[in-house]
C-alpha cells in the first residue's frame, strides 16, 4: 500500500462546478497534511495547510479526518484556472525526524 | 524575490557522463532537499539536508550524490548518468524538517 494515495483523475468538470478529490495515508503518526498545487511542466506550490478543525480560503475548502486516516480538498465555483495537479502531502515521522511524502497527484481539468 | 533557483533548466547527457546541478536559496532555510518526479511516481525524495555540512539519503540515493558546503547552496551530482536518471529534478527548502517546502522551477535532464 502507497504510503499516500490520491485517485490520479483526470476530473474534468465545467467551469462553476464542485469538485472534490480525497486522499488517503497510511501512518496514523502523521502529523501534518498540506494541499499543493501543480501546474503543467511547473514547480509545486503551496496551496493549503489542512488542520484537524478543518480550513477555508476562498473557494478552497479542506478537512482532515483522523480517525479514517483521509484528507480532502473541496473546490467550488471552478475556474479554468483551477486546472492542475493537485497533490496530497503528508508529513510522516521517519527516521528520528519528519519528512513530507508526496501522493502522485490529481488532475483537474475545468472546461467551458 | 528569488527564493530558491536551480541551474540548469534542462539537459541533455549521454550515457556514462557525469553533471551537476545547483540549487540556491535566499531564504536561510536550514533544510534543502532533492526531489526527483516521474510519471504516476509522485515526487520522491533523493537526499536532503538539515544544515550546513550535512546530508542524508532519501527514498532513492542510488547513482546520486549531494554537498552541502554553504548554508544557501545545494549541490546534486550524478557521477555516471543512466536513462533510468531521466526526470524532471526538483530543489526545496524549508525552515523547519518536514513543513512548508519552497520549490526552484525544475531541472529537466534526459540521459540518452
Known amino acids: 500500500r502507497k504510503e499516500v494515495e490520491q485517485d490520479p483523475g483526470p476530473f474534468n468538470v465545467p467551469e462553476g462546478a464542485t469538485v472534490a478529490f480525497n486522499c488517503t495515508y497510511s501512518?496514523?503518526?502523521?502529523?501534518?497534511f498540506f494541499w499543493y498545487r501543480q501546474d503543467c511542466r511547473k514547480e509545486p506550490k503551496l496551496l493549503m495547510s489542512?488542520?484537524?478543525s478543518g480550513n477555508e480560503d476562498g473557494r478552497f475548502t479542506a478537512q482532515l479526518n483522523r480517525a479514517s486516516q483521509y484528507i480532502s480538498l473541496l473546490i467550488r465555483d471552478s475556474k479554468l484556472s483551477d486546472s492542475a495537479t493537485y497533490l496530497c502531502v503528508v508529513n510522516f515521522p521517519r527516521g528520528g525526524g519528519n519528512k513530507l511524502t508526496f501522493g502522485t497527484g490529481t488532475q483537474l481539468k475545468v472546461e467551458l | 524575490n528569488a527564493g530558491v533557483t536551480q541551474t540548469p533548466k534542462f539537459r541533455v547527457l549521454k550515457t556514462g557522463q557525469s553533471m551537476t546541478l545547483l540549487c540556491a536559496q535566499d531564504?536561510?532555510?536550514?533544510?534543502m532537499y532533492w526531489y526527483r518526479q516521474d510519471p504516476g511516481m509522485g515526487l520522491r525524495l533523493i537526499h536532503y539536508?538539515?544544515?550546513?555540512?550535512?546530508?542524508a539519503k532519501g527514498e532513492v540515493p542510488d547513482g546520486y550524490n549531494v554537498s552541502r558546503l554553504k548554508k544557501q547552496n545545494f549541490l546534486l551530482g550524478l557521477e555516471s548518468a543512466a536513462p533510468s536518471q531521466t526526470s524532471v529534478y526538483f530543489c526545496?527548502?524549508?525552515?523547519?524538517?518536514?513543513?512548508?517546502?519552497?520549490f526552484g522551477q525544475g531541472t529537466r535532464l534526459t540521459v540518452v
Open positions: 501512518n496514523s503518526a502523521s502529523q501534518s
Open positions: 489542512v488542520y484537524s
Open positions: 526545496a527548502s524549508s525552515s523547519v524538517y518536514g513543513t512548508e517546502a519552497f
Open positions: 531564504m536561510n532555510h536550514e533544510y
Open positions: 539536508s538539515v544544515g550546513e555540512g550535512t546530508t
